[in-house]
């Protein structure tokens, strides 16, 4: 999955290990990167989330590896079809996607259902949540201006 960089060159999205004071190991952010000009950029969905796990872990960390796909649906979803689908064109990357993701909300919305049928407050927020990084996903918002 490709985009266009701001040096002209393309942008390949990978999943990238973030580090944050030295201690701490954020793994599978979706990132854009250019070989060329050597920039990298957040896949702008799940920045948010990066952001809120940055600020929970706080100014002085203790040593430890994060999973960014139990923070974030999206960047679950993408690692698990780059992992499935390691040599897909972005077409069908995007038809992956959209089946996954699609396949992932109608999974959510069953749990939202359980959830309200046994009172349970936390796992409806947790699952609405969740339901919220998936919903205002769309494809082309991101990869527009693909190469």
């Known amino acids: 999955m490709r985009k ?3 040096c002209g060159h393309v942008m390949e999205l990978e999943l990238r290990t973030v580090v944050y004071a030295k201690k701490v190991e954020i793994r599978n952010v979706p990132v854009f990167a250019c070989t060329d000009c050597v920039s990298y950029e957040v896949l702008q969905p799940v920045k948010p989330d990066l952001k809120a796990c940055i600020s929970k872990l706080g100014e002085q960390p203790v040593k430890q590896d994060v999973s960014f796909g139990k923070q974030n649906e999206l960047a679950d979803l993408l690692h698990e079809q780059l992992l499935a689908w390691p040599d897909a064109t972005d077409r069908e990357m995007e038809h992956h996607m959209q089946q996954a993701v ?4 109608n999974l959510l919305l069953d749990i939202m259902g359980y959830a309200q049928k046994s009172g349970d407050e936390e796992w409806m927020e947790t699952t609405e949540r969740r339901l ?3 919903s205002g996903f769309v494809w082309q918002a991101h990869f527009s201006n693909a190469v």
């Not at 699609?102 to 909300?105: D, F, L, P």
């Open 4 to 6: 266009s960089c701001r």
């Open 132 to 134: 919220s990084q998936l």
């Open 102 to 105: 699609s396949e992932r909300i």
